[in-house]
């Protein structure tokens, strides 16, 4: 079974146990004859993928209960697998949503760590390096890349925490990993988005017929 | 006397109680027979600047202890104000800075609310949108703009109070007013950065002749 989760940047897919990541560009120019069962956040892509076939889209099969106004689909999916906990996807942006008895209580949104990084080389060359990752958050930094690093991974930090309390965390995205690490008790799950979307087909089973 | 604050997108002038702001481009524009006293962190300006004879460099005259490496005299200028307490300057960078028994014990920098919000532009045009000022910090945001606006206000502010525990706050900056608001005890000073600058006048009046 083939699944695909589109973004703004990439195409994220899962095949069997396989997982691989196309570019928007790269996607454009994918073939397959099997069904390929979908959710897509980039409105670029919208008609392309009514005009395909093989594409079937799950978003309208998922029933999830949130007062929250343009909730991205991928940001559902994610949610659908958890009944209670704290949600962090961290790819070009990073989002959090708060789910308690199946409800999703809302949520926000920080910027992705790359993009961080493009906006600090914007304000000022002085201000363009790469982040330390080891950074301690026990000292004040004395240079600029720990300054840079401290300002943006402990303020991170310091939201998920106080929006967790004693709440479980996943995390997934592409720097889920990372941030799971600051976090006793988190999990990291890779294929977060793609195991709601498994949920769906479980719940829907003639959308494989 | 004329005093003169370059940064990357602006040149802050005070000239006795009169403040005003010049873009860049006006700035290489601006002339005048007064002495300026200036500080400058615009690399691009640095050589214009030796070439103007009316134009005098503070920075070599502030006498500052810290081992960061490479600070900015704009934050130095600030620090050099205060002998206690944690000064936030919110411009295009948010930079902070922990001064105790007139020793700088280092600091980190985040991105401006403005330059927050060209990111969140640059990720996704789902993103763009007006920051909510008034968005409450006790409640779960249930749309993007206050999604947006949580994330951001939201880590700046839990950022500023871990760091400042029981110290005095000084914010300036062109979002130091609003920012401010979110602390008891804060002060917001525009002037700060002027304020060194004059302590430098002061300690060195043989620059006036």
């Given amino acids: 079974m083939l699944f695909c989760d589109i973004g703004n940047s990439n195409a994220n897919f899962l095949e069997d146990h396989k997982y691989f990541t196309l570019s928007i560009e790269q996607f454009l120019e994918f ?27 799950l978003e309208p099969f998922f029933v999830f209960d949130t007062i929250y106004q343009g909730l991205g689909i991928d940001r559902i999916a994610a949610c659908y697998t958890i009944d209670d906990g704290v949600i962090v996807d961290a790819g070009s942006a990073i989002t959090i949503d708060i789910i308690a008895n199946s409800i999703h209580l809302g949520g926000f949104i920080l910027p992705g760590i790359t993009n961080f990084r493009k906006i600090y080389a914007h304000i000022s060359p002085r201000l363009k390096c790469e982040f330390n990752t080891q950074v301690s958050f026990d000292a004040f930094p004395q240079k600029t890349k720990d300054a840079l690093s401290y300002g943006v991974f402990k303020s991170i930090y310091l939201l998920i925490k106080d929006t967790a309390q004693n709440k479980k ?41």
């Fill in 31 to 57: 073939k397959s004859e099997q069904k390929i069962f979908y959710i897509n956040v980039n409105e670029n892509l919208k008609n392309y993928l009514k005009s395909q076939k093989n594409f079937i889209d």
């Fill in 169 to 209: 965390l996943y995390f997934t995205g592409g720097d889920g990993q990372f941030l799971a690490n600051y976090f006793d008790n988190a999990i990291y799950d890779k294929l977060l988005v793609f195991r709601g979307m498994k949920k769906i087909i479980q719940e829907n089973p003639n959308l494989l017929i």
